[in-house]
């Protein structure tokens, strides 16, 4: 179990980044079946075509690929989804804004352990981006929640949620609209993370060490019934709630002492 741990680590330190395309090697072939986005800048992608285009449904390697945010080692409550969305704040982010881009690679490579934020989408040093937004819209009631319970600064919540969340994507290439289904079972990417979450997390979950969320792509990740494994049903897939009266929210405070 270890093992596959580590290697799902090293499989994803071998991801080029200084230049796009973004695209892990073994993934090589099978990703140029599919339409992609290669931008080199925030200027290029917003004078580009794809620009807020509403059916852009290309994989763009020229952000910096999502295949997990937090640390993987010190995380025991894990939300599982599809893929990273797409927002002309992404591009703004990693490029002109070094601050975040050194986070989003310690986060890529796993050097991340020591950082406060390792999930770093709930630090607030990046409260003015999309992702911060989403993730704090997400998991502010429970942060609340926590903070209450501790007597703490909300923000001093978010550092402690930080260290325990982990969010996996099974396809960690960024798109506007998911358009890439043929790809799930054929990607490298894909079939690691599948091996990371049955091989290491579900063992983990049975021993009651940590707790899943399946909140998207619940067809594909496949997991078995285990009281610390929720799969959203229906309409629970497409709003993806995470609150305290959602049952994944439920599940996160419970395990978390709420």
Wanted: charged fraction near 20%; hydrophobic fraction near 40%; proline fraction near 6%.
């Amino acid at each position: 179990m270890v093992y596959a741990h580590y290697q799902l680590i090293k499989l994803w330190q071998k991801c080029p980044l200084n230049t796009p395309p973004f695209i892990l090697p073994e993934d090589g072939a099978d990703i140029q079946s599919q339409t992609l986005s290669v931008y080199h800048s925030f200027d290029e992608y917003i004078s580009s075509s794809t620009f807020r285009q509403r059916n852009d449904t290309s994989l763009h390697v020229g952000l910096l690929p999502i295949p997990y945010v937090g640390n993987l080692e010190k995380a025991s409550v894990f939300i599982l989804m599809l893929n990273p969305g797409l927002s002309p704040g992404d591009y703004f982010a990693e490029y002109k804004v070094e601050e975040f881009r050194k986070a989003h690679m310690r986060n890529l490579r796993q050097e991340n352990i020591n950082d406060e934020f390792p999930f770093f989408f709930l630090d607030p040093r990046f409260a003015w981006h999309p992702g911060f937004e989403y993730w704090q819209s997400k998991f502010g009631n429970i942060a609340q929640a926590f903070a209450d319970k501790k007597k703490i600064p909300y923000g001093e919540a978010l550092r402690h949620l930080a260290q325990s969340l982990a969010c996996l994507e099974l396809i960690p290439y960024h798109s506007k609209s998911f358009g890439s289904g043929s790809h799930l079972k054929r990607l490298s990417s894909a079939r690691a993370m599948l091996e990371y979450v049955h091989d290491v997390l579900v063992p983990k979950a049975r021993s009651n060490d940590a707790t899943i969320v399946v909140t998207r792509s619940v067809c594909n990740w496949k997991l078995p019934k285990h009281n610390n494994i929720v799969v959203y049903e229906g309409g629970e897939t497409r709003s993806a709630h995470l609150t305290l009266k959602s049952r994944g929210g439920k599940a996160i405070a419970k395990h978390l002492g709420l």
